[in-house]
């Protein structure tokens, strides 16, 4: 290595599983301290109130830091520089930084920021980790090109269009050092196979492809791969640049909104709600945490298509607020009331 601090940068799709994937990295560091930036798409910190749930020692509150003002993408100049200065300047330096990308960020104007003079002499990219989500892209979802979706529907001429979301998927798919296809024992194997020669069609050559189940894979293959990826730029081509002359991107086809709701009594009924919710305005993803009365631990949400998995993540704090706590992502423009009122159905139930 060059002396400089290793970056891994992990990409990926709405609610394929970066988070699960982080909480991975840091209760398997191997006596790394890691840094941690995570970008969130909503102005609730759920990702960043998640992590710090995961009772390890590499997850000191210290360590982690949120950018929760915009698209990483976006915000180079006006948050990211200015945060990474302010992490290399501390006098305990990480060994690692990780930085988990919103759902909807480019990874192109990430990677090009690590060229810039105020951090290039004392950072690198380790590696770009995309994570996919298996069960997803089997049914159709989160996948642009023909051959991934055309089993599903081959009938529907809409899907010969490439959508916002497909561009998005392919941009971090080619930027990849290494693609983690999660949630692998959600699909057969007949179907991993054609996920994954429809992955590998939009992949460049020689990146890695690797199966997960709850985002668990092989520490080695995520730290430690010293690719330097920023100067290899030219090859991971963004289909905005390519089309829009490299002018900075908006995310006008994505809405998100954020509710908070009392303690809800009734765990069946919130998520029957969630469900409903998802069903019938075409929600992305929704996630968040709920306080059930009675229960010392806080109940985390991830919610993505029709799959919605609640688990207890760590217990409330002393002096915490304890409260529902959600972010709901889509496709703009989000029926905001319809979806609020289909939540609250399940605080009127507490009542």
């Known amino acids: 290595m060059t002396g400089k601090i290793p970056v891994t940068v992990v990409t990926g799709f709405l609610g394929a599983g970066k988070t699960t994937l982080v909480r991975h990295i840091l209760a398997n560091a191997g006596g790394r301290r890691i840094a941690l930036i995570i970008n969130e798409f909503g102005d609730i910190g759920v990702d960043k109130s998640i992590l710090a749930g995961c009772g390890d020692a590499t997850c000191r509150e210290e360590d982690m830091i949120e950018l929760a ?5 976006c ?3 006006e948050d990211f520089i200015p945060t990474m200065q302010a992490l290399l300047a501390r006098p305990d330096r990480p060994d690692h930084i990780v930085i988990e990308t ?11 920021a690590f060229n810039w003079p105020e951090i290039s002499t004392e950072v690198t990219i380790d590696g770009i980790v995309t994570v996919a989500d298996a069960a997803a892209l089997a049914e159709g979802r989160f996948a642009s090109d023909e051959t991934a979706v055309d089993a599903q529907r081959r009938s529907d001429e809409m899907l010969d269009h490439e959508t916002p979301l497909g561009e998005l998927f392919e941009d971090q798919l080619i930027s990849a050092d290494l693609v983690v296809l999660n949630k692998t024992d959600l699909v057969d194997e007949a179907g991993l196979a054609t996920v994954e020669a429809a992955l590998r069609a939009e992949m460049r050559p020689g990146t890695g492809l690797v199966r997960a189940r709850e985002g668990a894979v092989e520490i080695r293959a995520l730290l430690g791969l010293g690719l330097g990826s920023e100067a290899d730029i030219a090859n991971r081509p963004s289909h905005h640049e390519t089309e829009h002359g490299g002018e900075t991107h908006e995310h006008d086809d994505f809405d998100s909104f954020s509710l908070t709701l009392p303690a809800i009594t009734d765990k069946a009924g919130l998520l029957s709600a969630i469900e409903t919710a998802i069903r019938d305005h075409d929600v992305l993803r ?13 109940l985390a949400i991830q919610a993505v298509g029709p799959r919605v998995t609640a688990y207890f993540d760590r217990p409330w704090r002393s002096g915490e607020t304890r409260q529902t706590a959600l972010v709901v992502i889509g496709e703009s423009p989000l029926p905001r009331e319809a979806i609020i009122a289909t939540l609250r159905q399940a605080e009127a139930k507490a009542a």
């Open 286 to 298: 929704l996630k968040g945490f709920a306080a059930i009365p009675g229960a010392g631990a806080r």
């Open 102 to 112: 919103s759902g909807l960020a480019l990874p192109q104007p990430l990677i090009r």
């Open 69 to 73: 003002n915009g698209c990483i993408c």
């Open 75 to 77: 915000t180079v100049a």
